[in-house]
Protein backbone atom coordinates (compact mmCIF):
# COMPACT_ATOMS: atom_id res chain seq x y z
CA UNK A 1 0.00 0.00 0.00
CA UNK A 2 1.49 3.32 -1.18
CA UNK A 3 1.99 5.64 1.96
CA UNK A 4 -0.05 8.79 1.82
CA UNK A 5 1.09 11.67 3.07
CA UNK A 6 -1.63 13.67 5.41
CA UNK A 7 -0.93 17.08 5.14
CA UNK A 8 1.91 18.29 7.68
CA UNK A 9 2.49 21.75 7.13
CA UNK A 10 -0.62 23.71 8.83
CA UNK A 11 -2.50 20.29 10.18
CA UNK A 12 -4.11 20.97 13.01
CA UNK A 13 -4.12 25.03 12.23
CA UNK A 14 -7.25 25.99 10.83
CA UNK A 15 -7.47 29.50 12.28
CA UNK A 16 -11.02 30.32 14.30
CA UNK A 17 -10.39 33.60 15.26
CA UNK A 18 -9.25 32.55 19.37
CA UNK A 19 -5.09 32.06 18.30
CA UNK A 20 -3.19 32.94 15.38
CA UNK A 21 -0.75 30.39 13.56
CA UNK A 22 2.52 31.09 15.18
CA UNK A 23 0.65 31.08 18.70
CA UNK A 24 -0.35 27.35 17.96
CA UNK A 25 2.67 26.25 16.37
CA UNK A 26 4.94 27.09 19.22
CA UNK A 27 3.37 24.15 20.81
CA UNK A 28 4.06 21.57 18.13
CA UNK A 29 7.06 18.78 17.95
CA UNK A 30 8.04 20.69 14.37
CA UNK A 31 9.24 23.93 15.47
CA UNK A 32 11.44 21.75 18.67
CA UNK A 33 12.66 20.15 15.85
CA UNK A 34 13.47 23.42 13.55
CA UNK A 35 14.98 24.64 16.63
CA UNK A 36 16.78 22.33 17.76
CA UNK A 37 18.27 21.90 13.97
CA UNK A 38 18.88 25.38 13.75
CA UNK A 39 20.38 25.77 17.19
CA UNK A 40 22.73 22.70 16.56
CA UNK A 41 24.10 23.61 13.63
CA UNK A 42 25.05 27.14 15.35
CA UNK A 43 27.03 25.00 18.00
CA UNK A 44 28.63 22.87 15.83
CA UNK A 45 29.74 26.42 13.92
CA UNK A 46 28.02 25.54 10.49
CA UNK A 47 26.58 29.23 10.82
CA UNK A 48 29.11 31.37 12.42
CA UNK A 49 28.35 34.96 14.30
CA UNK A 50 26.50 37.63 12.17
CA UNK A 51 26.76 35.00 9.35
CA UNK A 52 23.40 35.24 7.81
CA UNK A 53 21.12 31.88 8.04
CA UNK A 54 19.45 30.08 5.27
CA UNK A 55 16.16 31.69 4.40
CA UNK A 56 12.86 30.28 5.25
CA UNK A 57 12.10 28.50 2.19
CA UNK A 58 15.04 26.79 2.57
CA UNK A 59 15.10 25.69 6.17
CA UNK A 60 11.56 24.85 5.25
CA UNK A 61 12.30 22.48 2.50
CA UNK A 62 15.19 21.26 4.09
CA UNK A 63 13.14 19.91 7.41
CA UNK A 64 9.87 18.98 5.52
CA UNK A 65 8.13 21.65 7.63
CA UNK A 66 5.75 24.75 6.64
CA UNK A 67 7.06 28.12 6.85
CA UNK A 68 5.64 29.24 9.68
CA UNK A 69 6.88 26.26 11.77
CA UNK A 70 10.59 27.66 10.63
CA UNK A 71 8.91 31.22 11.78
CA UNK A 72 8.34 29.89 14.82
CA UNK A 73 11.57 28.28 15.82
CA UNK A 74 13.53 31.34 14.39
CA UNK A 75 11.21 33.48 16.86
CA UNK A 76 12.53 31.80 19.69
CA UNK A 77 15.72 31.52 18.63
CA UNK A 78 15.12 35.80 18.91
CA UNK A 79 13.87 35.65 22.23
CA UNK A 80 16.39 33.49 23.70
CA UNK A 81 19.20 35.73 21.46
CA UNK A 82 20.76 33.08 19.40
CA UNK A 83 20.03 34.80 16.53
CA UNK A 84 18.52 38.26 15.85
CA UNK A 85 16.77 40.15 12.31
CA UNK A 86 17.56 42.78 9.87
CA UNK A 87 14.49 43.99 8.32
CA UNK A 88 14.31 43.02 4.40
CA UNK A 89 18.15 41.04 5.22
CA UNK A 90 16.71 37.77 7.18
CA UNK A 91 18.30 36.31 10.18
CA UNK A 92 22.09 36.60 11.26
CA UNK A 93 24.08 34.84 14.39
CA UNK A 94 24.33 36.61 17.24
CA UNK A 95 26.08 34.50 19.75
CA UNK A 96 29.42 33.16 20.08
CA UNK A 97 29.73 28.87 18.83
CA UNK A 98 30.62 27.94 22.42
CA UNK A 99 27.69 29.92 24.04
CA UNK A 100 25.38 27.77 21.92
CA UNK A 101 23.63 24.44 23.71
CA UNK A 102 23.72 21.83 21.04
CA UNK A 103 24.56 17.67 22.90
CA UNK A 104 27.39 16.56 21.10
CA UNK A 105 28.95 13.67 20.52
CA UNK A 106 32.32 12.08 19.43
CA UNK A 107 32.58 11.96 15.23
CA UNK A 108 32.70 8.42 13.47
CA UNK A 109 36.05 7.34 13.36
CA UNK A 110 36.37 3.89 12.54
CA UNK A 111 34.00 0.58 11.76
CA UNK A 112 33.34 0.09 15.12
CA UNK A 113 31.97 3.42 15.84
CA UNK A 114 29.35 2.45 13.41
CA UNK A 115 28.54 -0.43 15.19
CA UNK A 116 28.32 1.25 18.65
CA UNK A 117 25.87 4.20 16.81
CA UNK A 118 23.72 1.49 15.92
CA UNK A 119 23.59 -0.17 19.85
CA UNK A 120 22.93 3.47 21.18
CA UNK A 121 20.20 3.98 18.22
CA UNK A 122 18.45 0.16 19.51
CA UNK A 123 18.16 1.69 23.15
CA UNK A 124 16.33 4.76 21.72
CA UNK A 125 14.17 4.42 18.59
CA UNK A 126 12.45 1.58 19.36
CA UNK A 127 10.78 3.95 21.89
CA UNK A 128 10.65 6.87 19.59
CA UNK A 129 7.86 4.43 17.85
CA UNK A 130 6.44 3.33 20.65
CA UNK A 131 5.68 7.22 22.33
CA UNK A 132 5.27 8.26 18.89
CA UNK A 133 2.49 5.75 17.97
CA UNK A 134 0.69 7.05 21.39
CA UNK A 135 1.12 10.91 21.14
CA UNK A 136 1.27 11.37 17.71
CA UNK A 137 -1.04 13.78 16.39
CA UNK A 138 -2.01 14.18 12.30
CA UNK A 139 0.41 17.43 11.82
CA UNK A 140 3.43 14.72 13.39
CA UNK A 141 1.92 11.74 11.40
CA UNK A 142 2.26 13.84 8.30
CA UNK A 143 5.81 14.99 8.51
CA UNK A 144 6.48 10.56 8.97
CA UNK A 145 4.06 10.07 5.76
CA UNK A 146 6.19 13.23 3.96
CA UNK A 147 9.71 11.56 4.98
CA UNK A 148 8.04 8.07 3.68
CA UNK A 149 6.54 9.57 0.47
CA UNK A 150 9.83 10.79 -0.70
CA UNK A 151 11.75 6.89 0.23
CA UNK A 152 8.60 5.68 -1.91
CA UNK A 153 9.70 7.69 -4.95
CA UNK A 154 13.45 6.77 -4.62
CA UNK A 155 12.86 2.98 -4.06
CA UNK A 156 10.79 3.29 -7.46
CA UNK A 157 13.76 5.38 -9.45
CA UNK A 158 16.26 2.66 -7.20
CA UNK A 159 17.72 4.83 -5.29
CA UNK A 160 18.53 5.10 -1.59
CA UNK A 161 18.26 8.86 -0.10
CA UNK A 162 19.94 9.26 3.07
CA UNK A 163 17.87 12.54 3.48
CA UNK A 164 14.68 11.17 3.29
CA UNK A 165 15.60 8.13 5.72
CA UNK A 166 16.57 10.35 8.35
CA UNK A 167 14.09 12.77 7.99
CA UNK A 168 11.63 9.68 8.48
CA UNK A 169 13.42 8.65 11.88
CA UNK A 170 13.68 12.02 12.99
CA UNK A 171 10.15 12.97 12.09
CA UNK A 172 9.27 9.88 14.74
CA UNK A 173 11.21 11.51 17.12
CA UNK A 174 9.45 14.65 16.84
CA UNK A 175 5.93 12.95 17.02
CA UNK A 176 7.04 11.94 20.87
CA UNK A 177 6.78 15.42 21.98
CA UNK A 178 9.59 15.06 24.02
CA UNK A 179 12.87 16.97 23.27
CA UNK A 180 15.51 15.02 25.16
CA UNK A 181 14.61 12.46 22.09
CA UNK A 182 14.50 15.35 19.67
CA UNK A 183 18.13 16.61 20.36
CA UNK A 184 19.82 13.24 20.70
CA UNK A 185 18.72 12.65 16.78
CA UNK A 186 19.89 16.14 15.84
CA UNK A 187 22.88 15.84 17.70
CA UNK A 188 23.53 12.19 15.79
CA UNK A 189 22.54 13.53 12.49
CA UNK A 190 26.18 13.25 11.16
CA UNK A 191 26.56 10.03 12.58
CA UNK A 192 23.58 8.37 11.49
CA UNK A 193 24.32 9.60 7.98
CA UNK A 194 27.44 7.66 7.93
CA UNK A 195 25.77 4.37 8.87
CA UNK A 196 22.95 5.17 6.44
CA UNK A 197 25.54 5.89 3.80
CA UNK A 198 26.79 2.49 3.81
CA UNK A 199 23.09 0.70 4.12
CA UNK A 200 22.66 2.33 0.80
CA UNK A 201 25.07 0.48 -0.68
CA UNK A 202 24.95 -2.75 1.21
CA UNK A 203 20.76 -2.47 -0.75
CA UNK A 204 22.27 -2.12 -4.32
CA UNK A 205 23.43 -4.85 -6.81
CA UNK A 206 21.37 -7.69 -9.48
CA UNK A 207 19.03 -8.46 -5.89
CA UNK A 208 18.22 -4.50 -4.71
CA UNK A 209 17.12 -4.58 -1.09
CA UNK A 210 15.90 -1.23 -1.47
CA UNK A 211 11.84 -2.53 -1.72
CA UNK A 212 12.19 -4.43 1.61
CA UNK A 213 14.05 -2.14 3.64
CA UNK A 214 10.73 0.84 1.95
CA UNK A 215 8.36 -2.15 3.65
CA UNK A 216 10.37 -1.65 6.75
CA UNK A 217 9.42 1.84 6.84
CA UNK A 218 6.17 1.36 5.98
CA UNK A 219 5.50 -1.03 8.59
CA UNK A 220 6.63 0.99 11.58
CA UNK A 221 4.60 4.31 9.70
CA UNK A 222 1.91 1.97 10.02
CA UNK A 223 2.06 0.72 13.78
CA UNK A 224 2.16 4.39 14.82
CA UNK A 225 -0.64 5.47 12.52
CA UNK A 226 -2.70 2.80 14.15
CA UNK A 227 -1.53 3.70 17.12
CA UNK A 228 -0.41 0.59 18.13
CA UNK A 229 2.83 0.98 20.02
CA UNK A 230 4.37 -2.28 20.80
CA UNK A 231 3.93 -3.16 17.52
CA UNK A 232 5.87 0.39 16.27
CA UNK A 233 8.54 -0.62 19.04
CA UNK A 234 9.43 -4.01 17.58
CA UNK A 235 8.85 -2.74 13.87
CA UNK A 236 11.60 -0.35 14.66
CA UNK A 237 13.86 -2.69 16.85
CA UNK A 238 13.81 -5.39 13.69
CA UNK A 239 14.35 -2.84 11.43
CA UNK A 240 17.60 -1.23 13.06
CA UNK A 241 18.60 -4.45 13.65
CA UNK A 242 18.45 -5.58 9.93
CA UNK A 243 20.13 -2.46 8.71
CA UNK A 244 23.30 -3.40 10.99
CA UNK A 245 23.66 -6.77 10.33
CA UNK A 246 23.16 -5.54 6.35
CA UNK A 247 26.32 -3.67 6.87
CA UNK A 248 28.22 -6.07 8.54
CA UNK A 249 26.68 -8.92 7.34
CA UNK A 250 25.59 -10.85 10.43
CA UNK A 251 29.25 -10.75 11.86
CA UNK A 252 28.97 -7.63 15.12
CA UNK A 253 32.35 -6.70 15.72
CA UNK A 254 34.05 -7.80 19.53
CA UNK A 255 33.79 -4.70 21.57
CA UNK A 256 35.24 -5.99 24.62
CA UNK A 257 37.78 -4.73 26.81
Known amino acids: MPARAIPEANAGYQPDGSEDLAERAHRTPLVERAYQFIL??????????????????????????SRPVIREAL???RTEGVIYSRQGAGSFVRVRVEEARPIGFSPVETIADIQRCYEFRLTIEPDHAYYAALRRN???LGAIAAALDLMQDATRAHL??????????????QATNN??????MVALK???AVGMKLHGVSLM???????????EHQAIFEAIRQRDAERARETMRSHLEGSRDRIFEGRALDLSL
Do not use: M, N
Open 205 to 215: GPKSGLDGVFG
Open 75 to 77: RRL
Open 160 to 173: HREDADFAFHCAIA
Open 138 to 140: DAA
Open 190 to 192: DHI
Open 179 to 184: HYYISS
Open 40 to 65: SRIGQGEYKPDEKLPGEHELAATLLV
